[in-house]
């Protein structure tokens, strides 16, 4: 079938710096064609253009066969091109109805009609399968929701391509299973989607045709049959990616270092109780919303809680992260960029921030023992950066967790508790976080491991806790890890449904 | 924002850096270049000298301010504190009645005391009440003008020991190997100042909880002992600025320090502090409190504007400021 939008020998540059060259890439009307490719890879720059939100610094865009430039995301909008975004643009105290119509309302007798928006809004909402209320504010909204309202907004107009930016990140498994349903009936419609997306198990599932991009080139496109995760993987590294996890530790025992009972954090957890021991992962799975990050902030002392924490048979109670950290544990944010680095402050400051007592003479702080750890970081964790002068909001997502990472070691911490490890992390810097986290254990540490993707829990933890509703719903051993058992655990659905979402999507 | 930044190549980066914490210094060099052009007089010693005395009191209050922008907060009642500070300190002495050095220290720690105080009561509100502190210090800014209304019974409160004003006035007029006292004031707040910011851990947090709240909460930092303690140095400053002052007049009035917050603002905001928290910046704010009086020096000097409209002069350099800050950020 003939292309409805090609793309030529598509190149970008931004100044001196090319991001994407030469890429073309065809989008056949009722397939639903992948791009994939590590962080910096040139995914989202590559849609934007498709999009209209950027214009092309060499190449052209072919629309039906016939070339055509977009003056902006609105002139694509008229050619029939909608990009659903990867965050979500929807003003919160407005209705779904009224962020629906925004800036296209309809009117009567030059008022705005909002029966008619209302019956519309209705109507579409019903034809993506779900029932929200057209008059509910979007602040009310669950995020799946909030995310159906921006796709039911960019489907409102009449549309041709489609495109999807990571539209999962923030999804559960269910969600996310949903969305593929919404993603396949307009495929069955004969609409073309294109669909960006790291998540490989994912795009095995949806996609019909793959393109691979790495370092801004174009390196593969090829039909999904017979391609598995592990082959696109390789694609998009370029090296073999079979050995993502290191080995297990042998340093589990069974000296408890800390125990937490009936642990309640208000709104979020009720009575949430586990163990954690020397030399251990212990993994915390669960969906989004499920309370874990909110447990152990309240561990922690960032969060109001109340419970017993035992610290090596002695009760603690942190009131806040400075006496959880003297007390040698430390909580890495899974919000690296709202909670963990300071983004328009250098390297050497965000290092040193959490550790600045060991950085002091006198009074005085020691820049030049500063600096020399900051070396030692940027070896000791590879941190990737162009000049030691660079602000932490300039590094890529995988060397911000490595600077993260570093900064809290500096604390020498004994149990170490990580929310998101590789979340916004490309593969290649995975690979060294989890081997990183398994030298922690190694070393006697205590680790906890808080993380949404279940490959991640099964292949890097010795125990996994799963939560459900901000409970602790069960515990899954080392010899039965399996998604199957998370699953049921963190949704209480069933087994069959749960392996059929299991094996549909994650 | 960080995509664009990313792309840009590192040399140009580097460059606008350091164009914010220069563009203050080359403000002053073409102001003194200008106003050498205008009026002959200008550019002599005791006129540049007298100019840098007055801006004085301006400097060392908005070195305090710079905590506090730098912290992520802003006072608004710096300039009725300061007259609260003075009235209150004359009437000590006046009760004291002495005409001795030992009265006078009393007096001058009862001003310090007082001030901090007050700059404790804005903090502990600030923190402890969650309120913005535009309006606390707003609301501050009320109460303390008012009291020093009532305690001058809307009058005047004028030091009565003639003994003790002329024990008093070098601090405002002598001076130490040419220099005059209140300029060598000012720079060693400013010195102390900038050692307490750049190279204290408390300075680090003062940046760090200015950058991100929460960045800083999770790193440990104890921000309710931080924040509070940036508006208790603002206090103590607004101390010494009154310190300095009283001697000059002699008396406290209810217009006493009026708009100063203004000035004190605009003087950090010129010095390349970044309002929103995060960039703090002692040295630029000292010469941005001396560009302030310089402006209203060459206005004076000249005959183009009348002088009575220093403050919408002043006014206008804030604003201006403000879009020199962000054209320098944007440019990145």
Do not use: K, M, N, Y
């Given at each position: 079938m003939d292309p409805v939008l090609r793309a030529e020998n598509i190149s970008k540059s931004f100044g001196p710096i090319?991001?994407?060259?030469g890429i073309s890439l065809e989008l056949r009307p009722g397939e639903v064609h992948a791009v994939i490719g590590e962080n910096g890879a040139g995914k989202s720059t590559l849609m934007r253009i498709l999009s209209g939100h950027l214009p092309p610094t060499k190449g052209s865009l072919h629309l039906n066969g016939r070339p055509i430039t977009f003056s902006g995301p609105v002139d694509a909008e008229a050619h029939g091109i909608v990009l659903v975004h990867q965050e979500i643009l929807l003003a919160p105290d407005l209705t779904v109805a009224q962020n629906l119509f925004l800036g296209r309302e309809i009117r009567r007798f030059g008022f705005v009609d909002d029966k008619a928006m209302r019956e519309r809004t209705r109507a579409i909402l019903r034809e993506l399968g779900t029932g929200i209320d057209p008059d509910r504010e979007v602040g009310r909204l669950s995020i799946a929701d909030r995310q159906l309202v921006q796709i039911a907004r960019a489907l409102l107009v009449p549309h041709k391509v489609v495109a999807f930016d990571e539209p999962t990140a923030v999804l559960t498994p269910i969600e996310a299973e949903s969305l593929f349903e919404i993603i396949r009936k307009l495929r069955s419609q004969g609409v073309a989607v294109l669909y960006i997306s790291h998540r490989l198990n994912e795009v095995k599932a949806v996609a019909d045709r793959v393109t691979v991009l790495r370092d801004g080139r174009h390196i593969a496109t090829r039909d999904i049959e017979g391609l598995e995760p592990l082959e696109m993987a390789r694609l998009m590294v370029g090296r073999d990616m079979s050995k993502l996890y290191p080995e297990k530790?042998?340093?589990?025992?069974?000296?408890?270092v800390l125990t937490v009972r009936d642990m309640a954090v208000p709104d979020y957890v009720e009575n949430a109780s586990f163990t954690l021991r020397r030399g251990e992962i212990l993994g915390f799975g669960g969906l989004?919303?499920?309370?874990r990050t909110e447990l152990f902030e309240g561990i922690v002392g960032l969060r109001p809680s109340h419970g017993t924490v035992t610290l090596d048979d002695r009760n603690v109670h942190f009131r806040d992260a400075r006496e959880a950290m003297a007390a040698g544990i430390v909580y890495l944010s899974e919000d690296r960029k709202g909670k963990g680095?300071?983004?328009?402050?250098n390297l050497r400051i965000n290092l040193s921030l959490a550790a600045l007592d060991k950085f002091g003479r006198g009074s005085f702080i020691d820049t030049g023992a500063e600096e020399k750890a900051l070396d030692q970081a940027i070896k000791d964790f590879d941190i990737r950066t162009r000049s030691r002068d660079l602000l932490a909001g300039q590094l890529s997502g995988g060397n911000q967790q490595k600077l993260l990472l570093a900064k809290m070691m500096l604390l020498e911490p004994r149990i170490v508790i990580i929310d998101e490890?590789?979340?916004?992390?490309?593969i290649g810097t995975k690979e060294q976080i989890y081997r990183f986290i398994a030298s922690l254990a190694a070393e006697g540490k205590a680790v906890v491991v808080i993380s949404s993707e279940m490959q991640e829990l099964i292949g890097l933890c010795h125990r996994v806790v799963v939560m459900r509703n901000g409970r602790v719903a069960g515990e899954v051993a080392q010899t039965d890890l399996s998604e199957d058992a998370i699953v049921y655990l963190a949704t209480g659905v069933h087994e069959e449904r749960a392996a059929e979402i299991a094996a549909g999507h994650a | 924002m960080t995509e664009t930044v990313l792309r840009t190549s590192p040399e140009k980066r580097r460059f606008s850096v350091d164009m914010r914490a220069l563009s203050p210094f080359i403000a002053l060099i073409v102001l003194i270049i200008a106003g050498a052009l205008i009026n002959p007089d200008f550019l002599t010693a005791s006129n540049l000298l007298n100019v840098v005395t007055r801006s004085a009191f301006i400097a060392i209050i908005a070195v305090g301010a710079t905590f506090v922008i730098a912290g992520g907060g802003l006072d608004l009642s710096v300039g009725s504190m300061a007259a609260l500070t003075a009235g209150v300190m004359i009437l000590t002495l006046n009760n004291l009645g002495g005409g001795d050095l030992g009265t006078l220290a009393l007096g001058m720690l009862a001003a310090i005391a007082l001030s901090a105080a007050c700059g404790m009561a804005n903090g502990l509100i600030v923190t402890f009440g969650r309120i913005e502190p535009f309006i606390v210090t707003l609301g501050t800014m009320g109460i303390f003008r008012s009291l020093v209304i009532w305690l001058a019974a809307g009058g005047t409160i004028t030091m009565r020991n003639f003994e003790l004003r002329e024990l008093y006035r070098p601090v405002y007029f002598d001076s130490i190997f040419g220099i005059p006292i209140p300029i060598i004031a000012f720079m060693v707040v400013a010195a102390i100042g900038a050692l307490i910011l750049y190279r204290t851990s408390f300075g680090r947090h003062v940046v760090a909880l200015g950058s991100n709240e929460d960045v800083a909460r999770y790193s440990g930092v104890p921000i309710w002992r931080v924040r509070t303690l940036t508006y208790v140095i603002q206090g103590i400053c607004v101390g010494i600025a009154v310190l300095v002052y009283v001697p000059r007049l002699g008396s406290a009035t209810p217009t006493t320090g009026l708009l100063w917050e203004l000035q004190a603002i605009t003087a950090v905001v010129i010095g390349g502090t970044a309002l929103k928290g995060g960039i703090g910046r002692v040295w630029g704010t000292v010469v941005g409190a001396v560009i302030l009086e310089l402006v209203a020096n060459i206005m004076v000097l000249s005959n183009f504007v009348s002088e009575f409209l220093v403050g919408a002069v002043q006014g206008a350099i804030i604003i201006i400021a403000m879009l020199v800050q962000r054209s320098v950020h944007r440019g990145r």
């Open positions: 090319e991001v994407l060259s530790p042998a340093t589990a025992s069974d000296q408890v989004i919303g499920a309370g680095l300071l983004l328009q402050q490890p590789t979340r916004g992390v490309d | -």
